[in-house]
């Protein structure tokens, strides 16, 4: 079979990416998920097959099922609220309003702030007594919250400083997609005499689904990935109260070097992440187009 | 695995393998590099760099030393690097990872670097309390350098303050609770603005903390194999007890998690009167407190005793002969009694050695701070730190349990009960 130039030229083409997301992406996740069907190799012993047990071990682990309902709780929060703040954001700085280009700046300023940066920001905030948010609520006469050493409230705070990161950047989405929504659209309704809240139910937001699709695949991607204010603010304290997916991954991979386990641990996520990635893509996508 | 790692190795060395060939033909010189954490404030990259610019004056030997972060961190990286085949030639990491260290295989113990006669007399010059975990399976693994023992830091004023005699610090744990509880102050609201004792419940620090109030009951947390941990007895229990006690009952102490980072400032802002540190901390704070204070050993159940901490050198597998030989040499000349003495004067830490105490210089300076005395004449009741196999691990079972003891939703006892249970587990591979 004689290839023809077209088609070499194709897959020169596609080289480039091919083998970075290869050797980055693919290879990886492949080794990743024959590790983890083999035991941590330590010292002088080195690893065996054990099948499904490093599986097995993971149900048993009150560490890992306590990390999974913390996150599910962490991404059912942190996505629709980033969601819904940031197109209330992006709208509110769409319209004309004096301060514009400053106010769509103090927005967007989180998102372009590295994520130890926040973190280390936040934890000042949260420093019980003569915290930022303890300061102030003591002007209205309220005690004392050890917002980050109470188990209570640790997740919740974790949760707060995610959407905080969050919003801007999904609003920079919303105000791109606003900005090309044709003016024609308001002026028609606007002789229709539509009312504004009517407008925005069944033009706008219509409009907008192709990209809420798009910022929900990167919230979900995030509500996983997103745990760097972990490592800085709790470190998965106080008694795994903040113990995220990601974040027992790393510990038990780097902190433990139980390999086996993170390699397992690994796995769960992937297939987490691409179970929503294809419901997203599969189901949603077809739907989200305005007819 | 390996055709990745060949990449990014190959990717990651060709420039800088031109760019570094003319110094390589140049000489031959010993280069080593050196990982230490930080866990104190103050100046301390300044001092270690100037220890390794004097080192090479004298003997030829450059080594670069890199900060890495906290304890934690930097054993994470230390690690991590060396698995990936490069990494530094010795490293100040944790005295008591040592049975996890050497269970992953890759340190060198200080015979086999080799030792004569002299090395022997040098190892038996350090502290003994220093030394309990540096031996293992009949082998030395480790260096005591930067180490240190938890006491407190008092605030004089607030004593005063309180109607406390500033120079009669608690002994007992019952003093302690008492003084404490005087030592809160509250505003109008009730709020609290001063705190009576802080001690660090953050994961890292927990189990140090913990360490220190086991020995003040007299207990001891683990055998010396490093297998077995005694965490559900009664006098453990009796400890975490006491522990919970001064937030629950006393309300001395904030209820929940108090972090390591969060003592110093808290202390020198006077947001809490006691707080349990490190002696490595003591030059940090004299520079800082804007009132007077004291530094006192922990108070026992019946009377002062305390746990030590702090890191050792480690010297590891990957390094040549002439590497190890080198970084042995350069441990022996940080520990000769004179620099040991220029370090803890410096930094607060606890010189190494008896004979650092003897130097004019250090006899000087204890004369004009007696502070730093303390921790010296303090070492005699200290315990060495806990140290397993696994060690992180059983770290994180310990510190679950005491965040959900101080917390408030597992009682003491169950909360030891299920630390021994997770540990029993970790352990188990590593009893025969």
Avoid at chain 2, 50 to 64: D, L, M, N, R
Avoid at chain 2, 89 to 117: K, R, T, Y
Avoid at chain 2, 143 to 166: C, H, M, W
Avoid at chain 2, 258 to 269: G, K, N, Q, R, V
Wanted: hydrophobic residues 50%; aromatic residues 12%; charged residues 15%.
């Amino acid at each position: 079979m004689a290839l023809n130039r077209a088609t070499i030229q194709g897959w020169l083409l596609v080289l480039p990416a091919f083998v970075l997301l290869v050797a980055f992406t693919h290879w990886p996740a492949l080794t990743t998920l024959v590790d983890s069907f083999y035991s941590t190799p330590r010292g002088a012993r080195a690893a065996v097959f054990v099948g499904l047990d490093n599986y097995i071990a993971l149900l048993d682990d009150p560490v890992f099922l306590q990390a999974l309902i913390n996150n599910a709780i962490y991404a059912a929060a942190t996505i629709p609220i980033s969601i819904v703040l940031a197109l209330a954001m992006a709208l509110l700085v769409n319209g004309a309003l004096p301060g514009r280009p400053f106010l769509r700046m103090a927005y967007f300023l989180p998102t372009m702030l590295p994520m130890i940066a926040v973190a280390n920001i936040w934890l000042f905030f949260f420093t019980p007594d003569y915290g930022l948010f303890d300061q102030v609520l003591s002007l209205f006469g309220a005690g004392r919250h050890n917002w980050l050493g109470d188990a209570d409230t640790a997740l919740g705070a974790m949760i707060a400083v995610a959407v905080w990161k969050e919003a801007g950047f999904f609003m920079i989405f919303y105000l791109a997609a606003l900005q090309t929504m044709p003016a024609d659209l308001r002026e028609a309704a606007a002789l229709e005499g539509s009312s504004r809240f009517n407008f925005f139910r069944r033009v706008t937001l219509p409009l907008l689904m192709p990209t809420t699709l798009f910022v929900l695949v990167n919230a979900v991607i995030n509500g996983f990935r997103l745990v760097d204010h972990v490592v800085v603010m709790t470190r998965g304290g106080p008694d795994n109260a903040t113990t995220l997916l990601l974040y027992y991954i790393y510990e038990t991979g780097f902190r433990f070097w139980d390999t086996a386990t993170a390699a397992a641990l690994t796995v769960v996520l992937l297939t987490i992440l691409a179970a929503t990635a294809a419901i997203q893509f599969g189901f949603l996508a077809k739907r989200v187009h305005y007819r | 695995m390996l055709r990745r790692r060949q990449i990014l190795a190959t990717a990651a060395t060709t420039p800088l393998a031109t760019l570094a060939a003319p110094a390589v033909l140049r000489a031959q010189a010993i280069k080593l590099s050196f990982y230490y954490p930080i866990a104190v404030g103050g100046p301390i990259p300044a001092i270690v760099d100037g220890y390794c610019k004097q080192f090479q004056q004298e003997t030829g030997i450059e080594i670069s030393p890199v900060y890495a972060g906290n304890y934690a961190e930097t054993l994470t990286k230390a690690v991590t690097a060396i698995r990936a085949g490069s990494g530094p030639h010795f490293s100040v990491l944790l005295a008591a990872e040592m049975h996890s260290l050497q269970d992953m295989d890759i340190l060198v113990s200080l015979d086999e670097i080799g030792m004569g006669a002299d090395g022997k007399k040098w190892l038996e010059g350090f502290y003994p309390a220093f030394m309990a975990n540096s031996r293992a399976a009949g082998k030395t693994w480790s260096v005591p350098f930067q180490r240190s023992t938890a006491i407190n830091y008092y605030n004089k004023a607030a004593f005063q303050e309180a109607g406390l005699d500033p120079e009669n610090y608690p002994k007992t744990w019952a003093q302690l609770a008492a003084a404490a509880e005087k030592l809160v102050k509250r505003d109008a609201s009730g709020r609290v603005t001063r705190w009576g004792t802080k001690m660090a419940s953050d994961a890292g620090n927990a189990q140090w903390t913990f360490g220190a109030l086991a020995n003040q009951v007299e207990h001891k947390l683990m055998n010396d194999a490093g297998t077995e941990v005694y965490f559900n007895q009664p006098k453990a229990i009796e400890a975490l007890s006491f522990w919970h006690d001064l937030s629950a009952k006393y309300k001395a102490t904030p209820e929940g998690v108090s972090t390591w980072a969060s003592l110093s400032p808290d202390f020198l802002e006077g947001n809490s009167a006691i707080i349990q540190h490190t002696t490595g901390n003591l030059t940090n704070v004299r520079d800082k407190a804007q009132f007077p204070f004291g530094v006192a050993g922990l108070p026992g159940k019946n009377g002062p005793r305390t746990v030590v901490g702090g890191g050792n050198l480690y010297f590891f597998k990957n390094a040549s002969k002439p590497e190890r030989e080198a970084s042995l040499r350069f441990a022996r000349w940080i520990s000769t009694p004179e620099r040991a003495a220029d370090w803890s004067m410096r930094t607060g830490y606890i010189a190494t050695s008896p004979a650092a105490y003897e130097t004019p210089v250090m006899k000087e300076f204890t004369a004009k701070v007696p502070t730093a005395n303390v921790a010296r004449n303090f070492l005699p009741v200290a315990t060495g730190e806990l140290s397993t196999f696994e060690n992180q691990k059983v770290y994180k079972a310990l510190t679950d349990n005491i965040q959900a003891a101080l917390s408030g939703t597992k009682t003491p006892a169950k909360a030891m009960a299920d630390a021994q249970t997770d540990a029993d587990r970790i352990l188990k591979p590593f009893r025969k």
